[in-house]
């Protein structure tokens, strides 16, 4: 099933079609229990998100991630390694990047592996060190100037 999770609009009016489930919106713990469960993780932004925290949280658990070439998803997801990248907007794209994680499993194990090891790369021990290191050289620069 595609499960979606997130706010929806009355004036949408939404067509579903069999095998889709529509959560609407939820409590962050019961999004990342479900997203745990996922085969891949779609992040469809039309818009330059700076920073996709959709995107590392799906990361963080091993999940692939789908998403739109823009933004601050650019630089999060690689492209075949942890994840698959389609031009914004491009609904036939997206629909073909669900299908082959769907449709390959080696592909989908493959990208998961990718997943955890770039989900590391936002963990807090990870990330903490290198804000620290760049306090430190603009200290030194501001002492040597």
């Known amino acids: 099933a595609l499960v979606l999770i997130g706010r929806t609009f009355p004036d949408e009016n939404l067509r579903v079609p069999p095998g889709v489930v529509?959560?609407?919106?939820?409590?962050?713990d019961e999004v990342l229990a479900t997203l745990g469960g996922a085969v891949c993780s779609?992040?469809?932004?039309?818009?330059?998100?700076?920073?996709?925290?959709?995107?590392?949280?799906?990361?963080?658990?091993?999940?692939?991630?789908?998403?739109?070439?823009?933004?601050?998803?650019?630089?999060?997801?690689?492209?075949g390694v942890s994840g698959l990248m389609v031009p914004p907007g491009d609904a036939?794209?997206?629909?073909?990047?669900?299908r082959r994680i769907v449709d390959d499993?080696?592909?989908?194990?493959r990208l998961?592996?990718?997943?955890?090891?770039?989900?590391?790369?936002?963990?807090?021990?990870?990330?903490?060190?290198r804000v620290e290191a760049a306090y430190a050289r603009a200290r030194d620069l501001a002492r040597a100037t």
Do not use: C, K, N
């Not at 529509?22 to 962050?28: E, K, N, Q, S, Y």
């Not at 959709?54 to 650019?74: D, K, T």
């Not at 036939?92 to 669900?98: E, G, I, N, Q, S």
């Not at 998961?112 to 060190?129: E, F, H, K, L, P």
């Open 22 to 28: 529509i959560l609407g919106r939820r409590a962050h």
């Open 42 to 79: 779609v992040v469809p932004s039309v818009w330059e998100e700076p920073f996709g925290i959709v995107a590392i949280e799906a990361l963080a658990l091993g999940i692939p991630v789908i998403a739109s070439r823009i933004g601050g998803l650019a630089d999060i997801v690689e492209d």
């Open 92 to 98: 036939p794209a997206l629909a073909a990047a669900m």
């Open 105 to 109: 499993p080696a592909l989908a194990a």
């Open 112 to 129: 998961a592996d990718g997943a955890r090891r770039r989900g590391s790369d936002y963990a807090a021990s990870q990330v903490i060190t």
